[in-house]
């Protein structure tokens, strides 16, 4: 069996949902993973940026939450670590990307995932998820509602056909 490389489902999951705002289930045929995942979530805006996200399931490495962090101007955060009430989080960078320059100033696209158990996906399909990303240039908190979690287990609990 070949190792599994995180980054390269969470990047398909990514690629391939990232313009669906439903919840549903991609297949790669060729690599051979099966991601159900919830609609994108925006969780936090401002003026210069955005963090959105996601909740995954893959059938070869579970559950994840793929976030993407976007800014115009503020430079890179350089996320390299997640928190949630004192506990460290299995965090994954993705992929970090200089999308294009104008009038002065750039847009960066930073993504990674948070990788998570069965037990706490339970339990945030209940009272949602709480976290801190923390990066070299700054920090940023927020929340992942309860919704997102529950269209995953819904469809891991029935897969499509």
Known sequence: MRPFNFGVTMTAAI??????NTAG????????????HSQVYPLKNG?????NAFVGHSDRKGYSIALTYSSTGLG???FREAWSFGKKLDYVVVDEQLAGCGGGSCTI???GGIRMSASDVQKAAVEGFEFKLLGKNGSIEAKVPAEAFQQVLKQVAQPTT
Request: with cysteine; net charge neutral; hydrophobic share 50%.
């Open 76 to 78: 890179w955060m350089f």
């Open 15 to 20: 690629f391939l949902s990232a313009c669906q």
């Open 47 to 51: 003026l210069l940026y955005n963090l």
């Open 25 to 36: 289930t991609v297949t790669d045929k060729h690599v051979g993973v099966s991601v159900a």
């Open 109 to 111: 696209v930073e993504k």
